[in-house]
């Protein structure tokens, strides 16, 4: 699946990667990859922006660590991140019941 | 040149501020460092390209960045213009003083002229930028024109501020040897504190405004913001008189009322007129007003 088809999705994505707990990117990718089957051909450094965007918005927080002597970021869900993925759910449940009565 | 060195160059042609730019990179950094780990014998990193990346970095940054000072700038001028009515309904109470009784008759003049016009140019582009952020908000990448409207309405509007607060503050040295204690200390402290926010304001904006943005697409006008007003873009002529007609007829009014003299309502409403029309003339491009 390109990237172009992820468009709008990548941000309800990430926060339910992270509902499972909190990650740094490398492993957010990681978690990506397996639960879609290998399915999404996202060039990895895309999360990045994704993730600032959503810290911007209040909808994971971050903190810094030491990790193997290198510096980690990890992120986490904020209670509006919980709230903002329930959102995001429940508009994927009625989006993809449309385009499935459409298209079958 | 390595991957991290590329990117981190790209942020750097970009004028990603170093800070988040320290983060970015450590952030890739420990990416590839994981990815190298998990199969030591890949050659190339999956995180796609570095000039890709860094600039969605750098466009939503400067988005952001734009509607926020947008945003922040508005609060400041509203405090301002709080320092403004508190400034002018205490002086209400104590009396206006005779322009000549200050220090200097023409330095009262000047101080009353920044505080006038200075508010009103303030509150149009202060209320335009925030507006115009407030519509945008949430969008991640915005137009380079469109950012470039955002930050030029905030700064004319943070520095209009700044005339009327520096008016403010000359009206009080001007007055000082003639105005209550009370009223000198009040009005100086809080006109000097609205300075200061202003001024705190106008640095933010300057430093979140560095970063490079270069998204392709219309910047909108002042007509996308209030559409009733859409049927007047071909024709900004008409705006203007009609800006002029109902705000100078709404001075001359209320003047005459307040006063109890047409001649004193035609004046106020007449300088009202000219300093709309200075405005328009001077500024309407700048805020999307005309082309």
């Known amino acids: ?104 | 040149m390595s991957w991290l060195g590329e990117f981190e160059e790209e942020l750097r042609a970009r004028h990603v501020r170093p800070a988040v730019r320290e983060c970015l990179v450590a952030e890739l950094a420990d990416h590839i460092a994981c990815e190298q780990e998990a199969s030591p014998t890949q050659v190339a990193t999956q995180l796609g390209a570095p000039r890709e990346i860094a600039g969605q970095c750098a466009e939503e940054l400067a988005a952001h960045d734009a509607r926020h000072v947008a945003v922040g700038a508005f609060l400041a001028l509203a405090a301002a213009g709080l320092v403004f009515l508190v400034q002018q309904a205490t002086l209400a109470r104590t009396g206006y003083p005779d322009v000549n009784h200050g220090y200097s008759g023409a330095l009262a003049l000047i101080a009353i002229l920044a505080f006038v016009v200075g508010a009103q140019v303030a509150l149009v582009c202060g209320v335009l930028a925030a507006w115009r952020a407030v519509r945008r908000w949430g969008v991640p990448v915005l137009p380079a024109a469109e950012i470039a409207l955002l930050r030029r309405r905030t700064t004319i509007a943070l520095g209009a501020g700044l005339v009327t607060t520096t008016g403010l503050l000359l009206y009080v040295v001007n007055f000082l040897a003639v105005m209550p204690a009370w009223w000198l200390a009040l009005s100086g402290t809080l006109a000097a504190g609205a300075t200061v926010a202003l001024a705190v304001s106008l640095h933010t904006l300057r430093q979140g405004g560095s970063t490079l943005a270069l998204a392709e697409g219309p910047a909108g006008d002042l007509y996308d913001d209030i559409p009733p007003l859409r049927a007047l873009r071909p024709h900004p002529l008409v705006l203007w008189a009609l800006a002029t007609l109902v705000v100078g007829g709404v001075v001359t009014v209320a003047a005459w009322h307040a006063e109890h003299s047409l001649v004193e309502g035609l004046e106020r409403g007449g300088f009202e007129v000219l300093a709309l029309s200075a405005g328009f003339a001077l500024f309407g491009r700048a805020i999307g007003a005309r082309r």
Do not use: C, N
């Open chain 1, 1 to 104: 699946m390109r990237a172009e088809a992820l468009k709008g999705h990548l941000d309800g994505l990430i926060l339910a990667t992270l509902a499972a707990g909190p990650a740094h990117g490398y492993a957010i990718a990681q978690a990506l990859r397996t639960r879609s089957d290998g399915a999404f051909e996202l060039p990895e450094g895309t999360l990045y922006p994704a993730l600032h965007r959503l810290e911007r918005a209040g909808l994971v927080a971050s903190e810094w660590s030491t990790q193997a002597g290198r510096r980690r970021r990890t992120y986490r869900l904020t209670r509006a991140g919980e709230q903002g993925l329930a959102d995001r759910r429940r508009e994927w449940g009625i989006l993809s019941r449309a385009i499935e009565a459409v298209l079958a």
